[in-house]
Structures are given as C-alpha cells and as structure tokens.
C-alpha cells in the first residue's frame, strides 16, 4: 500500500528527495522514520494529508521537508544538506488516526524502506 523510493548514495552536503507512494488507499496523517546502522529507528518528519501541518524531529528541522502532493498520492521527504549521520533505511508510515503523531506504533502501515548513504 506505500511505497518508498528516492534513496542513493550521496555525498555529505548533497540533497535527496525521497517519495512514498499510496496504491489507491487514503490515509490521514504520514510520517518518515530512519533506521541507522547499529540504531533503533527513529522518527524524522510527519504531516496531516489534509491540513498539512509537520512536525520535524530536532535532527532534521531546517535541512528537511516533508510535503505532499494530493493530485499524484504522493508524500515527499525532501533532504538537503545531508550529513553522514543521516545514512539509514528511511521508511514512511502511514495512518488513518487524525493527529500527526512522533511514535511508530501510532501508524498502522508502512513502505518497505529505501536507503539512503551519506559519504563524508
């Protein structure tokens, strides 16, 4: 039901956008989480379909964005002035719940992951 894809390996300064993709099914609120090496996964960023309000993790806030384009079901992760640090599987979620939520057993569904490596 969601699909990932965007990511690549990329050098330390360089941007990325990452795309999760919805087959036909509506959902209310999508997030992005990464899981590093030898990391738990974390949350990154998450937006209402609707409202559009987001929230960003600490992390991230200023070199993120997370948007969404209605028309093509689509929520992007828009990463710019990536660091090594930010080398993970980055997965989106998804769920039909109203606010946007930080913790991962909030969302219901989820896209398989695509990786993304950051080169100092």
């Known amino acids: 039901q969601l699909q990932a894809s965007g990511g690549g390996l990329v050098q330390a300064g360089d941007s990325l956008r990452l795309s999760c993709t919805t087959s036909g099914h509506t959902f209310s609120i999508y997030a992005w989480f990464r899981q590093g090496p030898r990391k738990e996964r974390e949350f990154v960023a998450t937006?209402?379909?609707?409202?559009?309000?987001?929230y960003y993790a600490d992390s991230v806030k200023g070199r993120f964005t997370i948007s969404r384009d209605n028309a093509k079901n689509t929520v992007y992760l828009q990463m710019n002035n990536l660091k090594p640090e930010d080398t993970a599987v980055y997965y989106c979620?998804?769920?039909?719940?109203?606010?946007?939520?930080?913790?991962?057993?909030?969302?219901?569904?989820w896209g398989q992951g695509t990786l993304v490596t950051v080169s100092s």
């Open positions: 937006t209402h379909w609707s409202i559009g309000n987001t």
């Open positions: 979620a998804a769920d039909r719940r109203f606010n946007p939520s930080l913790l991962q057993d909030d969302y219901e569904y």
